[in-house]
């Protein structure tokens, strides 16, 4: 193993701030209480919850009383698609989701598929965005709901998610958007996005895991998936997560501080590694789209080899970076993503993400792109992919 350690995998999570960490000792130290109790101290945690909603709710442009806290994206998604089926059974009966979806929407999707709801898929083009034209196809008086991602997890393409939402609003149609990767990265508004229920997660932005948020806009029904004592406007039920939550509006608050001194730095540090793999490795190529992505996102593929071998490799020089979503990539099954953009498997198992993050430097991206260039040129000379010359 190299004495350098290089985490290129900002996308799959993100180490906590210590600010962050900072913000949130008190409630796992002092003010432990259940914000629910009627005591001082519990007081003292419902206060803390209040104000973390209330930071967080302006951050997207929303009331806070549309914000209901959850443990993860995947359950705020599961409670989005879930939630609304259950609640609007007899209205409408047709989901739309993209074909470039996490997992978690995909598989929820699938679900309801089987419990009698009509689901269909949006085609995306050659770089990950979602073909306007297939959507306006699809969308008819009986679809309940669209289902987009912000930003695709693995290539960073960011979709238009104005002229989606539009759309969907013409035909009575719902729009949610997965954030996780965005919320805190770019601006995120949901009355100027014309969305109708968002998820975001701490994780992604310096945050605790185990806490996210959905937004659901006011007046649209939705059933719970859990049951209990009622908290989260009887959505969510569960003793809410005090330090989490605390943790999660300071993330929020540090995000948007640095969010354009950050974003410049970082692009300029992807933009960089980019061209020193491109330029310096014959036959490899970008995925996704060149200009309309997530300025930390760099999602690559070369020919003749596995990316799971070179995610091994790397690893064995110190840098961390993945195949694709972390959900996914202890399958060996090639990227629903890059397939879906028109990649043949081949080309798909060939590719790699590489994502930046708060704490990526100069000297870290040099090291990778030339840890990079050593492991694809290692692989090459044992591939019985490659081309045999005469």
């Not at 701030?17 to 409630?27: H, N, T």
């Not at 870290?364 to 840890?371: F, G, K, L, R």
Request: glycine share 6%; aromatic share 6%; hydrophobic share 40%.
């Amino acid at each position: 193993m190299s004495n350098n350690q290089i985490y290129l995998d900002y996308a799959a999570t993100t180490p906590l701030d210590p600010e962050v960490f900072e913000a949130m000792k008190p409630y796992y130290l002092q003010q432990y209480a259940n914000p629910a109790s009627l005591h001082w101290m519990g007081q003292k945690a419902a206060q803390a919850v209040k104000q973390a909603r209330q930071l967080l709710a302006d951050a997207i442009g929303a009331d806070s009383k549309e914000l209901i806290f959850t443990s993860s994206a995947t359950e705020s998604n599961n409670l989005a698609l879930k939630g609304l089926a259950w609640a609007n059974k007899s209205k409408r009966n047709k989901i739309l989701v993209s074909a470039v979806e996490h997992d978690c929407v995909l598989n929820t999707a699938k679900w309801l598929s089987k419990q009698g709801y009509e689901v269909g898929y949006l085609q995306v083009d050659e770089h990950g965005m979602i073909d306007l034209d297939h959507l306006k196809k699809s969308l008819s008086d009986d679809v309940l709901l669209v289902s987009v991602i912000h930003a695709n997890n693995e290539i960073g393409t960011i979709q238009p998610i104005k002229e989606i939402g539009e759309m969907c609003h013409s035909v009575g149609a719902l729009l949610h958007i997965d954030a996780s990767q965005t919320f805190g990265k770019i601006p995120v508004n949901v009355e100027k996005l014309k969305v109708d229920l968002l998820t975001s997660s701490a994780h992604k932005i310096y945050g605790p895991k185990g806490v996210s948020f959905l937004y659901c806009r006011k007046g649209i029904k939705l059933s719970p998936l859990l049951h209990g004592g009622g908290q989260e406007l009887n959505l969510r039920s569960s003793t809410s997560n005090v330090p989490g939550i605390v943790g999660f509006a300071k993330a929020i608050e540090i995000a948007l501080a640095k969010q354009t001194t950050e974003s410049k730095r970082i692009a300029k540090l992807r933009n960089q590694l980019q061209q020193k793999i491109l330029e310096n490795i014959p036959n490899s190529y970008l995925n996704g789209h060149p200009d309309h992505r997530l300025y930390n996102i760099l999602n690559v593929r070369f020919d003749y080899i596995e990316g799971e071998s070179l995610v091994m490799n790397l690893s064995q020089k110190g840098v961390a970076a993945s195949t694709g979503s972390a959900c996914s990539s202890p399958k060996l099954e090639p990227s629903h993503v890059l397939l879906a953009m028109g990649l043949k498997p081949a080309q798909a198992h060939g590719s790699l993400r590489l994502s930046l993050g708060r704490w990526t430097t100069q000297e870290e991206v040099e090291y990778a792109a030339q840890a990079v260039e050593e492991v694809v040129g290692r692989l090459r000379e044992i591939s019985p992919f490659k081309v045999k010359k005469d």
